[in-house]
T-cell receptor, first 117, second 110 residues
Framework: GAVVSQHPSWVICKSGTSVKIECRSL??????MFWYRQFPKQSLMLMAT?????????EQGVEKDKFLINHASLTLSTLTVTSAHPEDSSFYIC?????????????FGPGTRLTVT | RKEVEQDPGPFNVPEGATVAFNCTYS??????FFWYRQDCRKEPKLLMS???SGNEDGRFTAQLNRASQYISLLIRDSKLSDSATYLC???????????FGKGTTLSVSS
């Protein structure tokens, strides 16, 4: 299947700092990328949908000024958690949906575990 | 009512057992249906798509009942490696984002 990478795999940061997470589709062009968040023992919750070259669409309750998403190219989307707080500690997972030949499935990155102290 | 509901389990079964998971979804206009598998602290991986006609992939069989808004997954001859959380996933009628259930945890023991 298609490969989606995420970096970093895990990060520990201090409260108030900003953290950038990268999501890359390695062998296909991702027309749409999705960002999810998963708290322990909870389901994955969609945070936002981003299409290359346009502004991301955020789900209700997700602060767009706190979670900055940039989908600058067909292979890269970034999520920046600004002024992180301990309650932002979570497992962040991106997924990518491709063009014509891969329009059906979404491929997930391995996730980034964020801990804010 | 949650959009996708699953029995969280855990289901503890011996090797070789047959186990079934159920899932219900609230939006009758949902478009696509999937079962994903998620191992501890890992990303979800697509296990199989689910069709009204039912589909089988080796030891795994998935069924969809649109009238009842009900999805099932049957695992036959359970292996130790089947231990994981199984996520029921649907896509909404107008969009491509995935809506996840909380997952059902399966633990297969020897």
């Amino acid at each position: 299947g298609a490969v989606v990478s995420q970096h970093p795999s895990w990060v520990i940061c201090k409260s108030g700092t900003s953290v950038k997470i990268e999501c890359r589709s390695l062998d296909f062009q991702a027309t749409t990328m999705f960002w999810y968040r998963q708290f322990p023992k909870q389901s994955l919750m969609l945070m936002a949908t981003s299409n290359e070259g346009s502004k991301a669409t955020y789900e209700q309750g997700v602060e767009k000024d706190k979670f900055l998403i940039n989908h600058a190219s067909l292979t890269l989307s970034t999520l920046t958690v600004t002024s992180a707080h301990p309650e932002d500690s979570s497992f962040y997972i991106c997924s990518a949906r491709g063009g014509r030949e891969r329009s059906y499935e979404q491929y997930f990155g391995p996730g980034t575990r964020l801990t804010v102290t | 009512r949650k959009e996708v509901e699953q029995d969280p389990g855990p289901f503890n079964v011996p090797e070789g057992a047959t186990v079934a998971f159920n899932c219900t979804y609230s939006n009758s206009a949902s478009q696509s249906f999937f079962w994903y598998r998620q191992d501890c602290r890992k990303e979800p991986k697509l296990l199989m798509s689910v069709y009204s006609s039912g589909n089988e992939d080796g030891r795994f069989t998935a069924q969809l009942n649109r009238a009842s808004q009900y999805i099932s997954l049957l695992i036959r001859d359970s292996k130790l490696s089947d231990s994981a959380t199984y996520l029921c996933v649907v896509t909404p009628p107008a969009g491509t984002a995935l809506i996840f259930g909380k997952g059902t945890t399966l633990s297969v023991s020897s």
